[in-house]
């Protein structure tokens, strides 16, 4: 089983939608997690930390759950600009604890 | 700030060459890494560094060396470049692994082309 796992998608939505994305990790002893958010030919960059309790920014919702181990992703209201790939990152504590991504998400916006 | 600074941005190189990826940073991070972007692959860890003179391989090391003289330089040499070494290759560092410091921040990414 891959340390990370994603579906890659495209997730092809218009304008408006709802969309949710979940990421699945192997290692139950994870304490990190994070989504990135990465456009076309540019650097990856924080979306936001996820956190136990779950956390919202805006139209983000950032949910974890530690007894099936995935996290989730929800964007209400996608806009045009949320098409980007959204990478999944968990660290590896039996690893020097660093980070690992999952191959990203894919998501499309359409008029 | 510049944050997290790379260079070239572009390059292209012949098999057999070496070369340097320059990479540094502005935020007083102690943790510097060295990814690398594949169709399909998402990002690999090749090298990464946890403070000045202390480095240590990643997942795909091979056919890259690094060192850490200072804190805020980590730069990635190829010794002789393979077609297999074409791809992306981003630079992020953090102020450490802990959970709470371990938030990555990214360089703009170097494109190699190796023929």
């Known amino acids: 089983r891959k340390e990370v796992e994603q579906d890659p998608g495209p997730f092809n939505v218009p304008e408006g939608a709802t969309v949710a994305f979940n990421c699945t990790y192997s290692?139950?002893?994870?304490?990190?997690f994070f989504w990135y958010r990465q456009d076309c030919r540019k650097e990856p960059k924080l979306l936001m930390s996820?956190?136990?309790s779950g956390n919202e920014d805006g139209r983000f919702t950032a949910q974890l759950n530690r007894a099936s181990q995935y996290i989730s992703l929800l964007i209400r209201d996608s806009k045009l600009s949320d098409s980007a790939t959204y990478l999944c990152?968990?660290?590896?504590?039996?690893?020097?604890?660093?980070?690992?991504f999952g191959t990203g998400t894919q998501l499309k916006v359409e008029l | 700030n510049a944050g997290v600074t790379q260079t070239p941005k572009f390059q292209v190189l012949k098999t057999g060459q070496s070369m340097t990826l320059q990479c540094a940073q502005d935020m007083n991070h102690e943790y510097m890494s060295w990814y690398r972007q594949d169709p399909g692959m998402g990002l690999r860890l090749i090298h990464y560094?946890?403070?000045?003179?202390?480095?240590d391989q990643g997942e795909v090391p091979n056919g890259y060396n690094v060192s850490r003289s200072t804190t805020e330089d980590f730069p990635l040499r190829l010794l002789s470049a393979a077609p297999s070494q074409t791809s992306v290759y981003f630079c992020a560092s953090s102020y450490g692994l802990v959970t709470g410091a371990n938030v990555l921040t990214f360089g703009a990414g170097s494109r190699l082309t190796v023929l």
């Open positions: 560094s946890v403070g000045a003179g202390i480095t």
């Open positions: 290692n139950s002893a994870s304490q990190s």
């Open positions: 990152v968990v660290n590896h504590p039996g690893g020097g604890n660093k980070l690992t």
């Open positions: 996820v956190y136990s």
